[in-house]
């Protein structure tokens, strides 16, 4: 069964996005690739385990900003910053992983695997490490040239409504079943409380707190990051089971306790309150939907070279 989930996400990829990413890409080349990079991934999480939610999040934010082309990875140079000090970055870190992997890469096949694909594997491998799914990950994305600090302003903000997120995932070709079951990533990792500060204080003129909150999650948030917080990071994991990937969040979203308004604003519109219950109720419903959402989301094309130093351009 899981065979044959496998394969058909990997005949639907190649047919709705006919780019030239496959799943074989280096087969040839150097097929110790997969095994390399889990390695890498592997390795990281048994020291540390905020480590998979990093690198699914690292891969979101490299597709959104100028297509999957590991520009996230670039280094600032000089006065000219790059995303990676742009304003979004918080939080963004296990960058080491994947300098790890291309390292190890390079001893063997020099040259040959892009920096952005060793991103999109590393996310795979997140997932699965995490008790996720498995998946054949498309492969062939060329490493970019250009790593703007402002260009994090394209991404979708914590506080985005519904129509905001449409529209920002529609202008990647991303659909509303996409924007829900890509949402799902929030079953792993943390947010700091500035990404959830306008639901907790302030939230309106006359009310101090999102109404759609349940009451008991506010007042256990307040707690953790009061409105003059001074604890640097302080915070709240995205869902009960943080480190466990699960549908445990459509649950809690549909608890009134998810982290964002970006979360809560899933339950604001027919399809995309269907799609939360169907994911809340069905663990395989919502796998089957992030799987086919990953490898659009990680088909978004960019750049141009295979970098030999993620950090630098060549
Ligand atoms: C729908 C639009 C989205 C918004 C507005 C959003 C926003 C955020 C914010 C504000 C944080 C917390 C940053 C912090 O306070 O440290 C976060 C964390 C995270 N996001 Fe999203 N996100 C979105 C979509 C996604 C997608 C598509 C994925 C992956 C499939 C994803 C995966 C994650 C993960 C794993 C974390 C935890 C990171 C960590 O613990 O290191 N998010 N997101
Ligand atoms: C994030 O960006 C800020 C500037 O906005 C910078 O001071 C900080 O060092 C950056 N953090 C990382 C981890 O790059
Ligand atoms: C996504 O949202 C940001 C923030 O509002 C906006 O600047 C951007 O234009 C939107 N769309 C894209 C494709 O970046
Ligand atoms: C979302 O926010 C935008 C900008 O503030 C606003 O124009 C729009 O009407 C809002 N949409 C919904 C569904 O609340």
């Not at 003059?228 to 009960?240: E, K, Q, Y």
Request: with cysteine; net charge neutral.
């Amino acid at each position: 069964m899981a065979a044959i989930t496998i394969v058909m996400l990997t005949m639907l990829s190649v047919t709705s996005v006919g780019s030239a990413l496959s799943v074989n890409y280096y087969e040839h080349t150097c097929p110790q690739v997969e095994y390399i990079v889990a390695g890498a991934v592997h390795e990281a999480t048994l020291n540390d385990k905020t480590v998979p939610a990093a690198l699914l999040r690292m891969h979101f934010h490299d597709c959104f900003i100028r297509g999957c082309d590991a520009s996230v990875l670039l280094e600032s140079k000089g006065k000219k910053k790059a995303e990676k000090d742009g304003p979004a970055n918080i939080s963004l870190h296990a960058f080491y992983v994947i300098d790890n992997a291309k390292k190890a890469l390079e001893s063997v096949c020099p040259g040959v695997v892009s920096c952005a694909d060793i991103v999109a594997l590393a996310a795979r491998d997140a997932v699965f490490l995490s008790g996720g799914p498995m998946w054949e990950v498309p492969k062939g994305r060329k490493d970019g040239r250009i790593s703007k600090a402002e260009e994090t302003r394209q991404l979708p903000a914590p506080v985005f409504n519904i129509s905001q997120l449409e529209q920002n995932f529609s202008q990647r070709g991303l659909s509303l079943e996409d924007l829900v079951a890509l949402s799902g990533g929030h079953t792993l990792g943390f947010a700091h409380c500035s990404s959830f500060q306008n639901r907790i204080h302030n939230f309106s003129p006359k009310q101090d707190i999102d109404p759609s909150m349940d009451p008991s999650f506010a007042a256990m948030l307040r707690g953790i990051c009061p409105s003059h917080n001074t604890v640097r990071n302080a915070g709240s994991p995205l869902d009960s089971s943080s480190a466990i990937f699960d549908n445990a969040y459509y649950k809690l979203l549909l608890q009134g306790k998810s982290i964002f308004s970006s979360d809560q604003a899933l339950l604001t519109h027919p399809k995309t309150k269907a799609l939360v219950s169907k994911f809340a109720y069905s663990p395989k419903e919502f796998e089957f939907a992030f799987v086919k959402s990953m490898i659009k989301m990680s088909s978004i094309n960019g750049g141009q070279e295979i970098r030999l130093d993620c950090k630098v351009v060549n």
